[in-house]
């Protein structure tokens, strides 16, 4: 089957936009999928699949102002396909917590590792709404169109991460103002 010069010049075209897309959001999308999945490593192949999936439908996207929406959904998609595989998981169940000593005097850094374990330990759906809303600063309603969720869905799982991240980091010492700087 012989391909003609219009055929290769429409694919050339569609290949530089979406190579000019992919290199302006990549590590936007990269540091998304981190916050999903908590692992560089991890984070890199799950963008490597969201993106390969982009490419497979790049000609489908009629509303090309529409496509990170689309690709956080591939992503989210992707990540929850993913989770569910049990050789996947990386956690362990145990009947007692561990105790957690908190020191006298924590910086910023401390704070925001103590943060970052807290998002970490949220459940995957939680997790993804806090990630959408908070880090990607969606709406509502542009959240519940990522995740597949109603609006409601949304406020319920953010409510109860918050929830839960401040029971986490609730012992932790205020900064004085000094030091929040």
Known sequence: METTGVELVSRDARDAEFTAYMAARQPSLLRTAYLLTGERHA???LVQVALGKLYLSWD???KRELID???????VNEHNSLWR??????ETTTSELPDQSVPAHE?????????WVAVQRLPRKQRAAVVL??????SEAETAEVLG????????????AIASMREHVRDLPQLSPEEER
């Open 43 to 45: 984070a890199e192949d």
């Open 60 to 62: 489908k996207v009629q």
């Open 69 to 75: 929406g689309y690709v956080r959904r591939i992503l």
């Open 85 to 90: 595989r049990a050789w996947k998981r990386n």
């Open 107 to 115: 910086s910023h850094a401390e704070r925001n590792d103590a943060l």
């Open 133 to 138: 809303r908070y880090y990607e600063d969606l």
């Open 149 to 160: 969720v109603s609006v409601g869905t949304v406020k319920s799982q953010t409510s109860r």
